[in-house]
């Protein structure tokens, strides 16, 4: 039999593969500042126009996400109006812009190795640019693939994207090991009220090349997206929605075979019959599911340890935190494989809830072993705990869900708005966990580290409480099934 009959895998993967590509730039771009961010800081605190602050540094590590705020906020309108792939063409672009002008902000305007608070706001200008691809990418790579994939693997290939997700950060946490090499990143030393100052002895070149380097190196892969998105096909369902059934019926049977891609046409036709349908046509609860599902992903924390890892395992006393967060990486992908090959097997809402209560676990035994020496071990082994959960559990899980969840005619602009939420707690965690975590009293030192897990292990308790009561099974259902249950409701 040809393809036509029975369907190609092989096309199949490989759009997909080419499609997660995108989320191995999302994991790139935002893990990379894990890396950069020391030498970053030093770069600045050598400005003598303003001074450099723990809340101009959280600011500035978390300026990404005001672009990834930005770029999912619109990415339903530029999904719905540009579609699925010429939107990821353009996310590419930005990816590439961004890699190059964070390396490189001096660019056409300032003075090389030159700090001082324009090249700052030149700086975030390209992180924020960056971002706006990576809001893209997050909610229209997800929304691709599950518009290309037959159900019963749906849930599958779309938690790849997860998996290129978490291979990007651990990318580029070994990107940055070996640009850094035999160097050592600077050591910072506050001089209190939110000051700090470089120490004495610091090496000059991760302040004024290493961080660089670390940024730039991510104009590789997004060159590669960017060519290799303009090879595969719009998704059928955006094709049937702009009146093109013809192309549609062309991809569904070069992935499905004749007859089953007939099939699935007719299913789109049906549910795609009203293009314009008010985003709460089929109620508030839909919306609310699919936001609160964003939020908790990242109100969980896992964001704090993903992009300051190095940062932490620091303060802890590692000899090597960068080999140790390459470790953190490995141990990532490892558990994201897990709910890649168990969700079309154990379904959405046990994932999500074991793993809520593994981060709980994690969260808490960090909170009450961090700053004791004796207790190092166990904290290490908590943290990883935390992380582990989360990889095979909110991770890609919470990805899946608000790709499929929706209703057809509304989710463009559903996802937008729940991918939108995302970035905004996202930017929330990052912005707040340095100066949480440093915060101190005078009779605790360190009430900041507890304060802060403890926060995150409670926010991991309700997670796991919410999916239990409110979130819906998809599992084995079709796109087209969700508008009949969330009719029903």
Not at 187 to 206: H, K, M, Y
Not at 403 to 417: K, L, M
Request: net charge negative.
């Amino acid at each position: 039999m040809n393809y036509t009959e029975q369907g190609s895998k092989t096309y199949l993967f490989s759009i997909v593969l080419v499609a997660v590509i995108g989320g191995l730039l999302f994991g790139y771009d935002t893990a990379v500042i894990s890396g950069a961010e020391k030498g970053l800081q030093a770069f600045f605190l050598g400005a003598d126009d303003f001074v450099y602050t723990d809340g101009w540094h959280g600011f500035t590590c978390a300026s990404a996400l005001i672009g990834c705020i930005l770029g999912s906020a619109v990415s339903g309108y530029m999904a719905s109006n540009w579609g699925r792939k010429n939107s990821l063409i353009f996310a590419g672009i930005m990816f590439f812009i961004s890699a190059l002008g964070s390396m490189e902000p001096e660019f056409l305007f300032f003075e090389h190795g030159v700090p001082d608070f324009s090249l700052l706001i030149a700086f975030n200008i390209y992180r924020i640019i960056g971002g706006v691809g990576v809001g893209l990418a997050s909610a229209i790579c997800p929304m691709y693939i599950a518009e290309v994939a037959p159900s019963n693997i749906r849930g599958t290939l779309v938690s790849w994207n997860q998996f290129a997700i978490i291979f990007g950060q651990l990318v580029v946490y070994m990107v940055n090991f070996f640009i850094l090499g035999d160097h050592t990143n600077p050591v910072i030393e506050s001089i209190g009220q939110g000051v700090n100052a470089v120490a004495p002895g610091s090496d000059p070149w991760t302040i004024s090349t290493g961080w660089r380097y670390m940024f730039g190196s991510e104009a590789i892969p997004a060159g590669l997206f960017s060519i290799l998105i303009c090879l595969v096909p719009e998704t059928p369902r955006y094709l049937v929605m702009s009146g093109q059934d013809e192309k549609a019926l062309a991809v569904l049977c070069r992935i499905n075979g004749k007859v089953e891609g007939s099939h699935i046409l007719n299913d789109i036709k049906n549910t795609i019959t009203e293009k314009t349908e008010k985003v709460f046509t089929y109620g508030i609860l839909v919306i609310f599911v699919g936001v609160m599902l964003s939020v908790f992903q990242q109100a969980v924390g896992i964001n704090a340890v993903l992009y300051y890892a190095p940062r932490i395992f620091g303060d802890m006393g590692m000899e090597n935190p960068m080999m140790q967060t390459i470790i953190m990486g490995v141990v990532n992908i490892l558990f994201t494989l897990i709910a890649i090959f168990t969700v079309e097997k154990w379904g959405r809402k046990p994932l999500l809830i074991t793993g809520s209560i593994g981060m709980a676990v994690g969260a808490f035994g960090v909170a009450l072993t961090f700053g004791h020496a004796e207790f190092g071990l166990v904290t290490m082994l908590s943290i990883m705990l935390y992380s582990a959960s989360f990889m095979m559990s909110w991770g890609p899980i919470c990805w899946v869900l608000i790709s499929e969840i929706f209703p057809n005619t509304i989710r463009g602009a559903a996802v937008a708005i729940a991918v939108a939420f995302q970035w905004i707690f996202n930017w929330i965690v990052s912005a707040t966990f340095v100066p949480m975590f440093n915060m101190q009293t005078s009779g605790d030192p360190n009430f900041g580290h507890w304060f802060t897990y403890g926060l995150y292990g409670a926010i991991c308790v309700i997670a796991a409480l919410f999916v239990w009561r409110l979130v819906p099974e998809t599992k084995g259902k079709t796109l087209e099934d969700m508008t009949k249950l969330w009719k029903k409701i």
